[in-house]
């Protein structure tokens, strides 16, 4: 059980936070389906900073001896220059569907197709192969809470509360659920978030009581290709074994289908991802998920083929649309270029 619950929140953490992105820019009325495209460069910018920050002696020393406090600063520093080069990425669709008024979901699904050719040509560059690596030690047990980095002994029992959440659990997962938070009290809460909700329902009206809707919809834009890039980074550190090779394993669609479950509200998203995060965890770790608890691994027994295993997420989320989508209440202004002098 304490395996399952730490996978489930690794695959489950990154869903929430890229979903939470599409919900920033789709309440300010851009239908942002870049989402799997700034996750992957997110992820390359993150890795690749943090390779690049290891020729630095601070880190060298830090590596070596194992201080944990300054690894993490290293892995806070690189979710924060891999959600900076998402904003930036994500403003080229602001441009194209604000400025040229150009068509929403053909401009991400552009971006989509751009990021993995323009990220395989940067590796190749960079790597001489087709995968970043953070490094080729095991960078994963860098950023990882430990009993030894609590200066607890490994031998102690926690508990399992403690077991499941304060060992061998990553430090950035903590901080996006924190993000996630302070985030959605910033859309439903504040002022900021009351403008950029009615340029997403009613941008006329918003526009009539002097808030500038241009604006507002960069903002949102920009939060939520923060918020894209952020989210693959950090799947890069906690799932794809702290590495970059132009693919997110179709996270960023996913995420898009946990926002539509979630019917665009915060607590609805956080429930659904972690609900995906299950079915993921499953299709990830079958062979390893002891269900009776006897140490046979009943999953990896019954006889069904590991495809379906990994079909698992998709399917469930072709299943979950097809009945929830009807009843989804998406902002009305989602997707239709705004022109001020139209009313």
Known sequence: MTFLIQQTLLYAVPLMIVALAGVFAERS?????????????????????????????????????GDWMT?????????????????????LLSFAS???????????????????????FLVRMIANQNTLRMTTGDAASWFMIKKSTLGIDRNTDLGFLGE????????????????????????YKTRFGLRLR???????????LGINVYHMRYAGTTISGALAGLGG?????????????GDVAGFGFLALAVMI??????????????LFGVFKCIAAAYTTLDINGDGVYMLAEIGISSNLYRMLPYLV???????TSKKSRAPKAEGIPYDKGSR
């Open 233 to 245: 980074f950090v799947y890069s550190l906690t799932t794809a074994n702290c590495t970059a090779n």
């Open 71 to 91: 690894l993490q600063l290293l892995a806070l520093a690189a979710m924060v220059v891999a959600a900076i080069l998402g904003a930036v990425f994500s403003l």
């Open 98 to 120: 604000i400025n040229l008024k150009a068509d929403q979901t053909i401009g991400g699904t552009a971006l989509n197709l751009l990021a993995p050719a323009l990220v395989l």
């Open 164 to 187: 499941t959440f304060l060992n061998k659990v990553y430090l950035a997962t903590y901080l996006c659920v924190i993000i996630f938070i302070v985030l959605s009290i910033v859309l």
């Open 317 to 323: 989320t072709l299943v979950v649309l097809a009945f």
């Open 29 to 65: 009325g851009i239908i942002n389906l870049a989402l799997e495209g700034i996750m992957i460069f997110g992820a390359f910018v993150g890795v690749w900073f943090v390779q690049m920050m290891q020729e630095v002696d601070v880190f060298i020393i830090a590596s070596r001896t």
């Open 198 to 208: 009615a340029c997403g329902e009613n941008p006329q009206a918003a526009d009539s």
């Open 261 to 274: 479950f979630g019917n665009w509200k915060p607590l609805n998203i956080a429930m659904a991802s972690l």
